[in-house]
C-alpha cells in the first residue's frame, strides 16, 4: 500500500504489524508521532513502548546499537510542529485548468504544468499542518530524484524527457531557471493575487549586493469553480487527457470512492489497481463462503480457487 501523504495510516500500519520498509529511522519517526498525536503517549511511554517494539520487530536487537536512532526518533517525532501528514485530496478549480490549457504549448507540457501545481498545493497543505498561512512558493528545488517523481506523475507520453521540456519551458518563459537545478515556476502568477517584497542578492557577475521584487502567491481561492477533487498524486497527468479527453483516460468505476483516474486500453479495464485488488480479494471472500455453505450441505470439501 502506498502511504505517501497519509502518515496516520503509516503509523497506525506499523504500529499494528510491524517496521514496513527497510528505512527503520524514518519509521520510527512517523510511528514517534503516530504515539503522541493518536495514542497519547508521554515521552516517557514512547521510549519504553519503541524499545519493546524494536526487540519484536528487529533481528538481533541491541539496545547499545540502537539507542541513538530511538532517541533521535523521539526528539523529531514529539516536536510540537511536526504533525502527522495525511492529506486526502487536493482540490482542482476549473479556472486553473484554462489557464493552463491557453498556454501556448503542446497537451505533455501542460500535463507537466499542472503536476507542478499541484505539487506546490501539496507543500502548502503540509505547511498549513505543521505552522498556518496561505502563502505559497513558486520555488521548486531541483534534483534528479524530485524532477523523476514530477515527470513520473506527470503521465507524459511519447519520448519526451523531463530536462528537454523544462529546457524548453524556460526558452517560452514560461518558468524561469535559477542556479543548481532549481526554477520558478511563474506561469503562476496570473492565477492568483500576489504579495511583493523586496530581498538582496548577490550579482554572480559582479559579486554586489542588490535588491531584488520577490512575488509570493496569497492562495486564497473565493470565486474559483471547483473542477475535481484528486487523491490520485501518481498519476495527475491523467487529470488533464480527462479534461481534454483524449488517451482514453475514463473514472474509475469506483471514482466516487476512490478519486482515481485510469487509461483503459481494453474494454475489460473498469476499475484502478487499488479497487480492482479489493473486488478480487471480495470475489474471492464471497467464492468462499459460499462454496463453504454449499459443500456444507451436501457433506464435501470444496476445492481451494485459484
Not at 532549481?182 to 535588491?211: A, F, H
Not at 488517451?247 to 468505476?253: G, P, S
Not at 486500453?265 to 478480487?280: D, G, H, P, V
Request: hydrophobic share 30%; aromatic share 12%.
Amino acid at each position: 500500500m502506498n502511504f505517501k501523504y497519509n502518515e496516520e495510516q503509516y503509523g497506525e500500519e506499523i504500529y499494528t504489524n510491524g517496521f514496513q520498509t527497510d528505512y527503520i529511522n524514518s519509521e520510527l519517526t512517523i510511528l514517534v508521532k503516530y504515539l503522541k498525536q493518536i495514542k497519547n503517549f508521554k515521552k516517557k511511554e514512547t521510549e519504553e513502548f519503541l524499545y519493546k517494539f524494536c526487540e519484536k520487530h528487529i533481528e538481533g536487537f541491541n539496545k547499545i546499537n540502537y539507542y541513538k536512532s530511538i532517541d533521535k526518533a523521539i526528539l523529531k517525532g514529539r516536536k510540537g510542529d511536526n504533525k502527522l501528514i495525511t492529506i486526502k485530496s487536493i482540490s482542482i478549480y476549473k479556472e486553473e485548468m484554462e489557464y493552463i490549457d491557453s498556454l501556448e504549448i503542446d497537451h505533455e507540457y501542460k500535463k507537466l504544468l499542472l503536476v507542478f501545481l499541484v505539487n506546490k498545493k501539496i507543500s502548502l497543505e503540509i505547511k498549513r499542518l505543521n505552522y498556518c498561512g496561505n502563502e505559497m512558493s513558486t520555488y521548486f528545488e531541483g534534483n534528479k530524484k524530485r524532477y523523476g517523481s514530477i515527470f513520473k506523475a506527470a503521465n507524459i507520453s511519447g519520448k519526451l524527457k523531463i530536462d528537454e521540456m523544462i529546457h524548453e519551458l524556460v526558452n517560452k518563459n514560461i518558468i524561469q531557471s535559477i542556479i543548481k537545478g532549481g526554477i520558478i515556476l511563474e506561469y503562476l502568477y496570473p492565477l492568483y493575487e500576489i504579495r511583493e517584497e523586496v530581498i538582496q542578492v548577490k550579482n554572480k557577475i559582479t559579486d554586489k549586493i542588490e535588491d531584488k521584487i520577490k512575488k509570493i502567491i496569497v492562495y486564497d481561492i473565493k470565486n474559483y469553480e471547483l473542477y475535481e477533487e484528486i487523491s490520485d498524486f501518481e498519476n495527475i497527468g491523467f487529470v488533464f487527457d480527462f479534461y481534454k479527453e483524449i488517451n482514453n483516460v475514463k473514472k474509475c468505476d469506483n471514482f466516487r470512492e476512490c478519486k482515481r483516474l485510469i487509461r483503459v486500453t481494453n474494454n475489460k479495464i473498469k476499475y484502478c489497481k487499488s479497487c480492482a485488488e479489493e473486488k478480487e480479494k471480495t470475489r474471492k471472500r464471497e467464492w468462499k463462503r459460499n462454496n463453504k455453505e454449499f459443500s456444507s450441505e451436501i457433506g464435501i470439501t470444496p476445492k481451494p480457487l485459484i
